[in-house]
């Protein structure tokens, strides 16, 4: 059964620090991990990570992945308070076509003025 | 703005009854994923439809079902509904494309009294 496991739960930052949010997984036949920012209702899409060790960036957010460790990071600099949101890490497997997407409980982030 | 349209936004039902979900793809997507999400947890799967067929499900029982049409619509159904099927209720298209990420809707938030 494909796992993740997000840290921390919650945080509590004040505007203009910088976070970083734990993702890590076990999944049979790695083929993807995914970001996203849930606000309200529906979760938007930040970033999908295939490769270990290369950065994806949209502009103060970026994240890493990390294929021996089995684990990513998402980072956001000088936070704002429109950056308050659940994160949800998922994994998606390689499972020929059949695409079980597995999300992790998320970290809330709470960006006070 | 997503393109993956769900309807109703809200909905309250009453034990033992049934309900349908209805969900909308975006342009050019033909699979389809279902996913129930609890307050304070991840979203967890519960099936995925591509081209009219189930194409996998999650640990949910029989007396979730669906479908998907022809336009790649679909509906998610819940017979005998229980309190815990409280939850918001998440469609998600996607293309089998090399930048796969998932599209997601606003949701259906269903509350069983």
């Given at each position: 059964e494909d796992k993740v496991v997000q840290s921390p739960l919650s945080l509590v930052v004040h505007e203009g620090d910088t976070v970083t949010l734990n993702c890590s997984y076990e999944v049979t036949n790695f083929r993807s991990l995914l970001w996203y920012k849930q606000e309200k209702k529906a979760p938007t899409f930040l970033?999908?990570?295939?490769?270990?060790?290369i950065e994806k960036k949209s502009g103060r957010l970026s994240s890493i992945l990390d294929k021996k460790e089995l684990s990513s990071i998402l980072n956001i600099t000088a936070t704002q308070t429109?950056?308050?949101a659940i994160y949800l890490c998922a994994v998606v497997p390689n499972s020929g076509g059949y695409q079980k997407v597995t999300f992790g409980t998320g970290t809330k982030l709470?960006?006070?003025p | 703005?997503?393109?993956?349209?769900?309807?109703?936004?809200?909905?309250?039902?009453t034990r033992g009854q049934q309900v349908t979900l209805r969900c909308?793809?975006?342009?050019?997507?033909?699979?389809?994923?279902w996913y129930q999400q609890a307050l304070g947890q991840g979203p967890q799967f519960i099936f995925q439809y591509y081209r009219e067929e189930e194409n996998g499900r999650g640990n949910f029982p029989p007396r979730f079902s669906g479908l998907q049409f022809p336009n790649y619509s679909s509906e998610l159904n819940v017979?005998?509904?229980e309190l815990d099927d409280s939850a918001l209720y998440l469609?998600?298209?996607?293309?089998l494309t090399e930048n796969y990420g998932y599209t997601f809707g606003s949701g259906t938030r269903l509350t069983v009294v």
């Open positions: 970033f999908m990570l295939t490769s270990s060790g429109g950056d308050s709470q960006v006070i | 703005e997503t393109g993956v349209t769900q309807s109703p936004t809200h909905l309250i039902k909308s793809s975006q342009s050019g997507h033909n699979t389809v994923s017979n005998a509904l469609c998600a298209s996607s293309g």
